[in-house]
């Protein structure tokens, strides 16, 4: 069997991806910018981070835990 | 009022036959790609994976049933969309489908059915597969219906009544398939995603300007609804965001349209490229979509019986033929959509339960026209069941979901876990569905201080539970009996290449 390696930094990194996509600590919050809440704009910003590290892992980390390393 | 419903129903109408007509055309024009799909050429770019696979999303669900929650309960169905869709659906999307992609261009299998038949040496299992898959498909297509009756009620103000909306969705769902052929589906779903995207966008910039801007939009709800505001309360606990996006994240991931995508892209790249934009383009949908519910809430829009909000507030707010163009566009994309949905389901029909076991020598022009009859067959009768009403759009589509999404951890075990015997792959499939339609059809009964059978338990969606369920099932199970000597063990794990 090849050797698949399992990243652990990036499931803690997809793990933080998924937790704060809802602002917990902002909870029971109604503060309102430019029109729309303010954890909905937490929710936008870290939604376009999302798409950040995902790019980044498509570039650096694609078929982690998945593909072994050959040899 | 009678030149208002003409205008309506003429945009309505103009609107679904340029629709069907551009469907037809984009499938002439693009026959050998869409040749190269119908028989599994692996060979969808990127646009098109992503836009097909988007135009799930493009469903009454996001369309009516979204908004409509947001009017009721608040916009934090925004938060519950994003984290399944944009991020857990994404990481999905690798988990599974890229696996799944490398598995399926190894071996050449075209649907879930088969990949996992083939791996444990079960037929059985295959058609397990595809008739649990089948069965969840059912009340999907129905929610389209639904929503597109409910749709034409809002937008004439109850003047067309529920069935004819339905009905009029239903027949043009049909010929989409039957005329415009088994094959163009995938890019009509590309231009009416695009068209959708930007119609939702005109619509909230419409809307906020009428009203006075965002800053009086939100001053109106802090009036009105001040609880929308505020992050949680009332139907969202924690609890519920955790159990919606998580059931809704799985099943996604074994929708047959969106399972069969995995195994068609062209290259990992478009994998690579869609994983990475998917986050965005949620974003981009959603946000618009269920901003415009939460608005209507604080505009104190009433909402007739059996209507949805969306066509009521652009009724109210943007020109006769704009709101109807808008209803017209999300109901023909929730049709093309419908399409994709009865074309896998078509493919699974036909490859994993007619070919293998009622006909293994029909020829080709056969297996299609079985697959049209099929399309027809199923689209009216769940037509005929949308008729019932059974639910809102957001409880139909939830309880969808979340039977596909019991198929999820047992598929993610199969794909990852070597040890993994048929017999644990039946044990936790099965038994998840029992759970899981137990709790769906049995009412609920009180025993001794507990309630069995209820919504919830320890607070937590009976979907949760099932699928937990289905994890230690699968694993324990697996753990303690020995694979058939039918099964391929390492079909899953060896030999897999990177591009």
């Known amino acids: ?71 | 009022m009678v030149s208002a419903l003409g205008i309506q129903l003429g945009v309505v109408g103009a609107y679904l036959v340029v629709a069907l007509a551009v469907g037809l055309l984009a499938y002439r024009l693009t026959s050998r790609d869409a040749e190269d799909y119908y028989l599994a050429g692996r060979s969808i770019g990127t646009v098109v994976l992503l836009f097909t696979t988007f135009a799930t999303l493009l469903s009454a669900f996001t369309f009516f049933g979204g908004p409509d929650l947001a009017y009721r309960a608040g916009p934090e169905w925004i938060l519950v969309m994003g984290v399944m869709d944009g991020v857990l659906f994404a990481i999905l999307w690798y988990v599974v489908g890229y696996k799944q992609w490398l598995v399926g261009r190894a071996h050449g299998y075209v649907t879930l059915g088969e990949m996992l038949g083939d791996r444990f040496g079960s037929t059985r299992l295959r058609a397990v597969v595809a008739g649990i898959s089948l069965f969840w498909l059912f009340p999907y297509v129905m929610l389209q219906q639904m929503g597109a009756g409910e749709a034409i009620v809002g937008l004439t103000n109850g003047i067309v009544p529920y069935w004819a909306g339905a009905a009029g969705i239903t027949v043009f769902m049909i010929a989409y398939v039957v005329i415009a052929g088994l094959r163009g589906v995938a890019w009509t779903d590309t231009l009416q995603g695009l068209f959708m995207l930007g119609v939702v966008w005109l619509a909230v910039g419409w809307v906020a300007t009428a009203a006075g801007g965002p800053t009086a939009l939100s001053n109106a709800l802090a009036t009105n609804n001040p609880e929308f505001l505020a992050l949680g309360g009332g139907l969202y606990s924690p609890q519920f965001i955790i159990s919606s996006a998580v059931t809704i994240a799985f099943g996604v991931a074994m929708f047959p349209q969106i399972n069969q995508r995995f195994f068609v892209a062209k290259s990992s790249a478009v994998l690579k490229r869609s994983f990475a934009l998917w986050p965005v383009l949620v974003v981009l949908l959603f946000v618009p979509a269920f901003i415009l519910g939460t608005w209507a809430a604080g505009l104190g829009i009433s909402v007739p019986e059996g209507a949805n909000v969306l066509p009521v507030l652009l009724n109210e707010y943007t020109p006769v033929w704009f709101a109807a163009l808008v209803i017209a566009g999300a109901m023909a994309a929730m049709m093309s959509s419908s399409d994709s949905m009865l074309l896998s389901g078509s493919s699974y029909f036909t490859r994993d339960l007619y070919r293998p076991f009622v006909n293994p020598d029909a020829s080709e022009a056969r297996e299609a026209w079985l697959a049209r009859i099929g399309v027809a067959l199923f689209a009216t009768l769940t037509f005929v069941a949308s008729l019932f009403r059974p639910g809102t759009l957001v409880s139909v589509g939830d309880t969808a979901f979340g039977g596909f999404a019991q198929m999820a951890l047992p598929v993610i075990v199969a794909l990852y876990w070597a040890r993994t015997t048929r017999t644990g792959m039946f044990a936790g499939i099965l038994g998840s569905q029992a759970f899981y339609l137990a709790h769906v059809f049995v009412p609920a009964v009180e025993v001794g201080s507990m309630t069995l059978f209820g919504a919830t338990y320890l607070t937590w969606d009976y979907a949760l539970w099932g699928m937990a369920l289905s994890a230690l099932l699968t694993v324990g199970v697996s753990a303690m009996t020995a694979a058939a000597p039918e099964e391929n063990q390492s079909r899953f794990t060896d030999g897999l290449r990177a591009d």
């Open chain 1, 1 to 71: 069997m090849t050797r698949v390696r399992i990243d652990y930094r990036w499931v803690a990194v997809f793990a933080i991806l998924v937790t704060f996509a809802v602002p917990w600590f902002l909870w029971g919050d109604s503060r309102v910018f430019a029109g729309l809440p303010l954890w909905l704009w937490w929710h936008i910003g870290w939604m376009g981070l999302t798409a950040v590290v995902f790019h980044l892992f498509t570039r650096t980390a694609w078929d982690r835990g998945i593909v072994g390393e050959g040899r």
